[in-house]
């Protein structure tokens, strides 16, 4: 039962995530709530501080989208008998989510890179809230997907046992 729960869960969760657009509509509306309710409201914004994450999560953006590069060069190279049953059961969307992701992430890193030298610290917040909410969506995604992945690899071990 939980098993099933569990499938249907991460089936609505990838049927979400396919839908064009969700995460950046997310990721948008979290930026400027988050913007306005950080700057206008609470007025707690430190300008070394919010420097310093912008630089910080480029460098995380851009070595995670380095590592999603790999495995979708590694997806696409490798030609046995449990990537064919992979590539059969997940179709375009290993390799869709994995590059969406990767670039996702290198526009996001240029992103947090261009918005550390905006004058304006609302501009920047915005930025970084927005960059956060697009990585975590689009990394659960990736997640997901893996999961799934590595459960058809498991299987597909435990056929030839």
Known sequence: M???RSSRWKSALLALANRR?????????VALVGAHVLVSTLRCVDQ???RSAEVGLA????T???FLAASLVFSAGVDN???KRVRRKFGSDLSATLLGGTATLFVSAL???????????????AVVLGVL???????ARVMVLLSGVLATVNDSASDAS
């Open 2 to 4: 939980a098993g099933r």
């Open 21 to 29: 657009g969700v995460d950046w509509i997310v990721a948008l509306v």
């Open 48 to 50: 070394v501080s919010l």
């Open 59 to 62: 460098g995380i953006c851009g």
């Open 64 to 66: 995670i989208a380095g």
């Open 81 to 83: 008998r449990v990537m």
């Open 111 to 125: 992103a947090c890179l261009g918005a550390s030298l905006a004058p304006s610290s609302g501009v920047s917040v």
């Open 133 to 139: 909410a697009l990585v975590a969506l689009k990394l």
